[in-house]
């Protein structure tokens, strides 16, 4: 039995999707690094340790956010798909904040940006993969051979 295509939505449903999902995903993206350095160097105790020592943990907690942000700013669907997979970090790294009495409110916060990052990337993955298949004529192909039938 063959398995019948969903039809692709049109390019005017899809571009405001567009916009605002990759609007949410920018937002909660610098929301997420403004939080974690802030909260490196303002409220982390380095307790007695060099100078140095609170730059060089927010440059590692910030490396695979660094990583990905080419991607994201460009506005590639591929880009975005990388996000979700390294975002999981700070979830998961949010989620043990939560816990500690000290970092609760941060915790909840990473928690609450990443959770927001994952699906609205997620969504403009989706979405973007759907506008580029509108584009190339797909969308049209499908309805051709539909009425041909």
């Known amino acids: ?3 019948k295509n969903k ?5 005017d449903w899809l571009k405001p999707r567009l916009a605002a999902s990759r609007a949410i995903a920018l937002g909660s993206f610098i929301g997420l ?3 974690i350095a802030i909260w490196d160097l303002l409220f982390t105790d380095a307790h ?3 100078h140095w020592v609170p730059w060089a943990v927010l440059a590692f907690k910030l490396l695979p956010l ?6 994201l700013l460009i506005g590639s669907a591929r ?3 990388w996000t979700c997979y390294v975002i999981n970090l700070y979830f998961i790294l949010g989620v043990l904040n939560a816990f500690d009495p000290n970092h609760a409110i941060f915790g909840w916060a990473e928690i609450i ?3 927001t990052l994952f699906c609205s990337a997620l969504l403009y993955t989706r979405w973007r993969f759907q506008y580029d298949r509108v584009r ?7 309805a051709a051979q539909a009425s041909s039938v």
Do not use: F, T
């Open 7 to 11: 039809p692709l939505p049109s390019i």
């Open 79 to 81: 880009g975005h798909a």
């Open 48 to 50: 007695g340790a060099a």
């Open 66 to 71: 660094l990583v990905v942000a080419p991607g």
């Open 33 to 35: 690094i403004l939080l």
């Open 1 to 3: 039995m063959a398995r």
């Open 136 to 142: 190339s004529g797909e969308g049209q192909q499908d």
């Open 113 to 115: 940006l990443s959770v």
